[in-house]
């Protein structure tokens, strides 16, 4: 299973980043998959998660209202828009892929996993 972030930069506090997955039409379909990330010296962390229809999602109480997680019509992509952003929000950002087709949100859950994309908000 492969997927791959795109999308990470440096934006000013208060500015917008969109994040992209790009996976397999499989993984796409059948696996829960989820945006996490991790910054210097913390834990890794879940940042939100949309289950295989798309139907459900699940955000972490910090990007709540900011953030939107978001199947695109591809058939093998997906977003993380991101608004509003603020320093605290400077990280590496994960995409990754669960073994579960309904919404989970730990990382233990998740078996797949992206090389990650800096976000740097000054």
């Known amino acids: 299973v492969q997927l791959v972030e795109s999308g990470g930069g440096l934006v000013q506090a208060g500015g917008s980043l969109r994040l992209s997955c790009t996976t397999s039409p499989r993984t796409y379909s059948n696996n829960c998959i989820g945006w996490f990330r991790q910054a210097p010296d913390k834990q890794r962390e879940g940042v939100a998660a949309i289950s295989t229809d798309g139907g459900s999602t699940d955000y972490a109480g910090s990007v709540g209202g900011r953030f939107t997680i978001s199947k695109d019509n591809t058939g093998n992509t997906l977003s993380l828009q991101m608004n509003s952003l603020k320093p605290e929000d400077t990280a590496i950002y994960y995409c990754?892929?669960?073994?579960?087709?309904?919404?989970?949100?730990?990382?233990?859950?998740?078996?797949?996993w992206g090389q990650g994309t800096q976000v740097t908000v000054s």
């Open positions: 990754a892929a669960s073994r579960f087709w309904w919404l989970v949100t730990r990382p233990s859950e998740y078996d797949f």
